[in-house]
């Protein structure tokens, strides 16, 4: 029995329109059901209203043992090295153009079951996701090794040649992008893929596989498997015979993926996970520019993101001018319907996060925090945050040091530059971090001293597909985007040529 179907009529603003979307298990180029019959459904909801979009027909651990043979299959016989690189990257061309033609309905799905904003799914995420397997169709037929000089009757050179059966686990916070994030660079690096969207927003996933199909991506290369971390996510990190995994998400769960691939075969792994980014302000800031982008450093994206600019430093001198223009502009921000044109912030994800950051706010004032704006929902119905503004925190506070995932930020003053240096550092991530000056020797001495795996100079949130992003410490292992990227994905193979007849000791016979 083929996989069900979700079809649903969109009228808004951006798009009207009525769209068709199969749900369930992509493998080996067809629709299907899980073959476990304990398999069940998972009620996918919509956050706007907190009910329920569609239940997803759940896959489970063989489900994904057919996806990884489909993947194999496809890497040895029709992927890979079987298919040159400049083809491999002229079907990534055709899967961007054709996401830039349905640019609407991807920002339309995401807007559903995520609660972005259209304007920003459409303008952000379907935008940079098409970009980044535009970028990656580039690197395709670029990927070669080197000859290594040694001698005239020795050639060495070097194969860089794809890692091969690669398990993808995306997040819930950006499903389209990070789709592409992990996907891009696996293709054009010749490698085949078993892909675990978030059970929570599993529908651009879904439809980009109608995409794939359409580019002229072969059956088995990329394959869909919805369902649970615990089950579909542990499989894939746990298989021994998958060649790598990547994995986005919080460090609690990467923590397991990584212990998992250990423990099973060694196989290599991408993590790019939690962070608690501390934006500085200094007082030769312009302060304006550094207010909007302070903002705009934790409320994009509803502060479901893992960059957030969610620790805000500002220097004594500025600090008080800076926090009134601050909530100024935080009680500016349109919280609504993520189909508003008007609106900047719509829902969180789901009840569970709604509720986890709600806990943040009442810990942050039972703490002795102050909430100078926000702290309540928003609305009646829905996962709904009223943006949130946090002063009089301190070091050791939950609010100040653990990730909160949502649109709360703390503001704290300080007084010199390693004081502010040493409160950044003081954290187990190291994702990102911004700095504020118009000193531009201050400011290069300051991102020199920051711990963090990405540091935005007078600017925040710019994501870019040719620099790469990941972190320090406890926010990930490896880099995603740009050349960096292809590196994930591929071995590197010395190759020793004897050109002469053997030169060795002689051995005693």
Not at 118 to 140: I, V
Not at 183 to 192: I, M, N
Not at 281 to 288: A, K, R
């Amino acid at each position: 029995m083929s996989a069900p179907v979700f079809k649903h009529t969109f009228d808004h603003a951006g798009y009207k329109g009525t769209v068709e979307v199969p749900v369930g298990l992509y493998i080996d180029g067809k629709w299907v059901n899980s073959v476990d019959k304990n398999a069940k459904t998972i009620p996918v909801v919509n956050p706007s209203t907190g009910e329920k979009l569609l239940d997803l027909p759940e896959g489970l651990e063989a489900d994904v043992e057919l996806a990884i043979t489909a993947a194999r299959k496809a890497f040895n016989e029709v992927w890979g090295l079987n298919t040159p690189g400049f083809k491999r990257g002229e079907v990534l061309i055709k899967v961007a153009e054709l996401m830039e033609r349905d640019a609407d309905i991807l920002a339309s799905l995401e807007a559903l079951d995520n609660g972005k904003t259209f304007g920003a799914a459409k303008g952000f995420d379907a935008a940079e996701a098409a970009a980044c397997f535009r970028y990656y169709a580039g690197w395709a037929d670029k990927v070669h090794g080197k000859v290594i000089e040694q001698s005239n009757d020795k050639l060495t050179f070097t194969r860089h040649e794809p890692v091969g059966v690669c398990g993808q686990i995306i997040p819930w916070n950006f499903p389209l992008l990070m789709f592409a994030w992990k996907l891009a660079p696996a293709l054009a690096s010749g490698c085949t893929i078993v892909i675990k969207p978030s059970e929570l927003t599993p529908l651009t996933a879904c439809y980009m596989t109608k995409i794939l199909k359409e580019a002229g991506i072969p059956d088995g290369v990329v394959n869909v498997v919805n369902g649970y971390g615990p089950t579909v996510g542990n499989a894939l990190s746990g298989s021994n015979t998958i060649d790598k995994v990547a994995f986005t998400g919080s460090t609690a769960v990467g923590r397991k993926v990584m212990e998992s691939a250990a423990k099973s075969n060694l196989k290599k792994v991408t993590l790019e996970l939690g962070g608690k980014g501390a934006n500085i302000i200094f007082d030769d800031c312009n302060l304006d520019d550094a207010v909007r982008y302070a903002a705009q450093g934790i409320f994009f994206n509803h502060g479901q993101t893992c960059c957030a600019g969610s620790r805000i430093y500002v220097q004594r001198g500025i600090y008080d001018e800076f926090v009134k223009k601050f909530v100024q502009v935080t009680k500016k921000v349109q919280v609504g319907d993520p189909f508003a044109p008007d609106t900047f912030q719509g829902p969180q994800v789901s009840q569970t996060q709604y509720d986890r950051i709600m806990n943040y706010v009442e810990c942050g004032k039972q703490e002795g925090a102050n909430v100078i704006t926000g702290g309540v929902r928003h609305g009646k119905t829905g996962f709904f945050i009223e943006p949130t503004v946090f002063t009089n925190v301190k070091p050791g506070m939950k609010i100040v040091e653990e990730e909160i995932f949502g649109p709360v930020v703390v503001v704290a003053v300080f007084d010199t530059e390693d004081e502010v240096i040493a409160a950044a550092n003081d954290s187990i991530y190291g994702l990102a971090s911004g700095v504020f000056s118009q000193n531009i020797t201050k400011a290069h001495r300051v991102a020199a001293r920051l711990h963090a795996g990405t540091v935005w100079v007078n600017c925040y949130n710019e994501l870019h597909s040719q620099v790469p992003f990941g972190g320090f410490k406890s926010s990930g292992i490896g880099r995603e985007l740009g050349e960096y990227a292809m590196e994930n994905y591929t071995e590197i193979k010395a190759v020793h040529v004897r050109l002469t007849g053997y030169v060795g000791p002689v051995p005693p016979l």
